[in-house]
């Protein structure tokens, strides 16, 4: 290599180095924006400001044994048309929720999923066009997964009210 070349090589690293902190690809650009770092007068996104309330459910993080199964912190659930929201009391454990956790049934979820097939608990929200349910009723319910959580969204069709002689 000559003197000449030996020369021009740091020059024009150096050169290519000024350019890349002059003009950044653009994924570095988001990156910037994501950490915090960008644009000041950039008004925060809508959805940060109200973080939706956290429960606690039984996950099945995979298909076997025990170890699959965690509890973790999940958004609450919202109720659509035709749902109530039920804050669990009491979750039961049958075989269906056994052959589940092992993958042995057609079609089960995609993991990560809540558990559960049966639940007690009271209403705490009633949605558009369900009658015959107030909040604070005592019901059981029946909804496909989701059980075994603090708060879960069923179908009114699935839920049916507890009779009073049953008590707490």
């Known amino acids: 290599m000559s003197e000449q070349q ?6 024009a690293a150096a050169a290519a180095e000024e350019q890349k902190t ?4 653009a994924n570095e650009k988001e ?9 000041a007068n950039e008004a925060p996104p809508a959805e940060s400001a ?6 606690r459910a039984v996950i099945l993080t995979g298909f ?10 999940k958004n609450e659930p919202t109720i659509s048309e035709g749902e109530v929201l039920i804050r669990v009391k009491a979750c039961g454990l ?3 929720d056994l052959m589940v956790r092992q993958g042995a049934v057609d079609s089960p979820p995609k993991c990560p999923f809540i558990l559960g097939f049966e639940c007690a608990g ?24 989701r059980a075994w959580a603090e708060l879960v969204a069923v179908p009114a069709k699935y839920v049916y009210k507890c009779p009073d002689e049953l008590g707490p």
Do not use: C, R, S
């Open 6 to 11: 030996a020369e021009q090589q740091p020059a």
């Open 22 to 25: 002059e003009n950044p690809p």
């Open 31 to 39: 990156e910037i924006k994501e950490n915090g770092t960008g644009d």
């Open 50 to 55: 109200a973080a939706p309330k956290e429960m």
């Open 64 to 73: 076997g044994g025990l170890k699959t199964v965690k509890t973790q912190k």
């Open 94 to 96: 049958n075989f269906q």
């Open 122 to 145: 009271e209403i705490e929200q009633i949605g558009e066009d369900v009658e015959g349910f107030a909040v604070g009723d005592k019901v059981v319910a029946l909804p496909e997964y």
